[in-house]
């Protein structure tokens, strides 16, 4: 039987999604594999910031601030949204300087993002951290379940948006979905104050003056992810059938690095970059209280996880990257 229109297309339009604070490290680059996926009118980015020419000009962006209940539920209803990506944060290092707005943003505003979600049936994906562990949880490797007492308000924050999502999907049916991430590196986004923040300066300083200050000790070990595995793992998160999610947050791994590590895999590249460490107290103690390495086997049974990169495609990604960003930066 013939159909007049194209029936994939036709369901997949069913969803329409909203990514709340999109244009930090992450989101931008999320918007474009969903609307890759999805239609390039059926996802909108939000933030509380004026978005560059380049993501104005990129698809449907609408200003929102998670913690205005009433516009925000207006802008998912006015748009018929289905899905809510939630990426409104402040992260460690920012968070540990201003507790009051971090309480706000990362407390607060989940709490309007959950009943806005519950009540117009959304469902919510809300990432986590490797940063929801402290200094009692096994580190080598933390596993999905286990004692959590971080030690940051953004730990906390994030612990406490894991308990209230699952609280809310076994009470009230919220399909809601997490993914604890590591640190994520990317090229042409910029982090935006969290304790990892290093493995994405490197690059740039080694390739434009071949030197670097590290404000990490050089054996500090953490678990990270190049970009495009992180939103490839959340694209498969969302799309997953409900039924085969039997946990609702999963610890997601690629690999573990110190910074001593990354350095000597990008003086393979650029044998004479140089590293040199000024250790900030702040970012180390976080840095010691979080886990060396994630285990995710269960992301890997359940849902097919399977990380890309390791440390060495991670640096040839970053270096090339970086490079043609700088060389095109220079030809204009
Ligand atoms: N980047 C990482 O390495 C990493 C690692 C683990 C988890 N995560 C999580 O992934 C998500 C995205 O991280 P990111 O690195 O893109 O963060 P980011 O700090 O770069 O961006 C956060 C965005 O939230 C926006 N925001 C702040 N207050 C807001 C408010 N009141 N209303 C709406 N938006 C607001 C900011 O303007 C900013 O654009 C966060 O939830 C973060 O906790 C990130």
Same mark, same amino acid.
């Given at each position: 039987m013939d159909f007049p229109f194209n029936v994939s297309l036709y369901f997949i339009s069913l969803f329409f999604f909203i990514i709340t604070?999109?244009?930090?490290?992450?989101g931008v680059g999320l918007t474009k594999l969903l609307r890759e996926q999805f239609g390039k009118n059926n996802v909108i980015l939000s933030d509380i910031r004026k978005p560059p020419n380049h993501v104005y000009h990129n698809g449907p962006f609408i200003f929102s601030d998670i913690l205005d209940f009433k516009n925000l539920e207006e802008i998912v209803v006015n748009n018929n949204i289905s899905w809510l990506v939630h990426y409104s944060a402040v992260l460690s290092a920012v968070g540990e300087s201003n507790v009051t707005l971090a309480k706000e943003v990362n407390i607060t505003g989940l709490h309007n993002i959950l009943d806005i979600a519950t009540k117009h049936a959304l469902r919510v994906f809300v990432p986590s951290t490797i940063g929801a562990f402290g200094p009692s949880s096994p580190r +080598?490797?933390? @596993?999905?379940?286990c004692v959590q007492r971080p030690r940051t308000i953004y730990g906390v924050a994030k612990v406490h948006a894991e308990l209230m999502g699952e609280y809310y999907h076994h009470r009230y049916g919220l399909d809601f979905r997490c993914l604890r991430y590591p640190g994520i590196i990317s090229a042409d986004s910029q982090p935006g104050g969290g304790t990892t923040d290093y493995a994405v300066q490197i690059f740039h300083a080694a390739v434009k003056s071949g030197c670097f200050e590290c404000?990490? =000790? =050089? +054996?500090t070990r953490l678990p990270m992810m190049y970009i495009d595995d992180c939103l490839r793992a959340t694209l498969e998160i969302l799309e !997953? @059938? !409900?039924?085969?999610?039997?946990?609702r947050t999963y610890n997601i791994s690629a690999m573990s690095f110190t910074p001593h590590d990354l350095t000597q895999e990008i003086q393979k590249v650029l044998p004479d970059f140089q590293v040199t460490y000024n250790v900030d107290p702040v970012r180390q103690a976080i840095a010691d209280s979080w886990p060396m390495a994630l285990e995710d086997s269960a992301a890997r049974r359940d849902w097919g996880w399977k990380h890309e990169y390791d440390l060495s495609e991670l640096v040839q990604a970053m270096l090339t990257h970086v490079t043609t960003g700088n060389q095109l930066v220079q030809a204009n």
């Amino acid at each position: 039987m013939d159909f007049p229109f194209n029936v994939s297309l036709y369901f997949i339009s069913l969803f329409f999604f909203i990514i709340t604070g999109g244009l930090g490290q992450l989101g931008v680059g999320l918007t474009k594999l969903l609307r890759e996926q999805f239609g390039k009118n059926n996802v909108i980015l939000s933030d509380i910031r004026k978005p560059p020419n380049h993501v104005y000009h990129n698809g449907p962006f609408i200003f929102s601030d998670i913690l205005d209940f009433k516009n925000l539920e207006e802008i998912v209803v006015n748009n018929n949204i289905s899905w809510l990506v939630h990426y409104s944060a402040v992260l460690s290092a920012v968070g540990e300087s201003n507790v009051t707005l971090a309480k706000e943003v990362n407390i607060t505003g989940l709490h309007n993002i959950l009943d806005i979600a519950t009540k117009h049936a959304l469902r919510v994906f809300v990432p986590s951290t490797i940063g929801a562990f402290g200094p009692s949880s096994p580190r +080598d490797p933390a @596993p999905e379940l286990c004692v959590q007492r971080p030690r940051t308000i953004y730990g906390v924050a994030k612990v406490h948006a894991e308990l209230m999502g699952e609280y809310y999907h076994h009470r009230y049916g919220l399909d809601f979905r997490c993914l604890r991430y590591p640190g994520i590196i990317s090229a042409d986004s910029q982090p935006g104050g969290g304790t990892t923040d290093y493995a994405v300066q490197i690059f740039h300083a080694a390739v434009k003056s071949g030197c670097f200050e590290c404000y990490l =000790r =050089r +054996d500090t070990r953490l678990p990270m992810m190049y970009i495009d595995d992180c939103l490839r793992a959340t694209l498969e998160i969302l799309e !997953a @059938p !409900a039924e085969t999610l039997p946990s609702r947050t999963y610890n997601i791994s690629a690999m573990s690095f110190t910074p001593h590590d990354l350095t000597q895999e990008i003086q393979k590249v650029l044998p004479d970059f140089q590293v040199t460490y000024n250790v900030d107290p702040v970012r180390q103690a976080i840095a010691d209280s979080w886990p060396m390495a994630l285990e995710d086997s269960a992301a890997r049974r359940d849902w097919g996880w399977k990380h890309e990169y390791d440390l060495s495609e991670l640096v040839q990604a970053m270096l090339t990257h970086v490079t043609t960003g700088n060389q095109l930066v220079q030809a204009n």
